[in-house]
């Protein structure tokens, strides 16, 4: 059985976005950009949807925000950890 290509973390596009309004794509290589997402997907939670739609209608504000939020603080965390252990 496969599991449909519709279905996606949800925590991903976010990320996305948040790279995007914060340029990463103009600081970073694309080597340091792949393994920056995987820092940072690895510290959030997952969050399943098969349609955008989906959120967009059924996500309170405040749950909303509380996922915006962890995403900041996963992108500060990973650009320190990241920081802090380049390779040389």
């Known amino acids: 059985m496969k599991i449909s290509d519709d279905i996606h973390n949800y925590y991903e596009k976010l990320v996305m976005q948040h790279f995007s309004a914060a340029k990463i794509d103009e ?3 694309v080597d340091f950009i792949a393994d920056l997402t995987c820092v940072v997907l690895n510290q959030l939670p997952t969050r399943y949807i ?4 989906d ?4 996500l309170p504000p405040s749950e909303r925000f509380e996922m915006e939020t962890k995403v ?3 992108i500060a965390k990973a650009l320190e950890f990241m920081d ?3 390779v040389s």
């Open 27 to 29: 600081k970073y290589d």
């Open 50 to 53: 098969r349609h955008e739609v």
């Open 55 to 58: 959120m967009a209608f059924y």
């Open 72 to 74: 900041k603080k996963a």
């Open 84 to 86: 802090t252990h380049k």
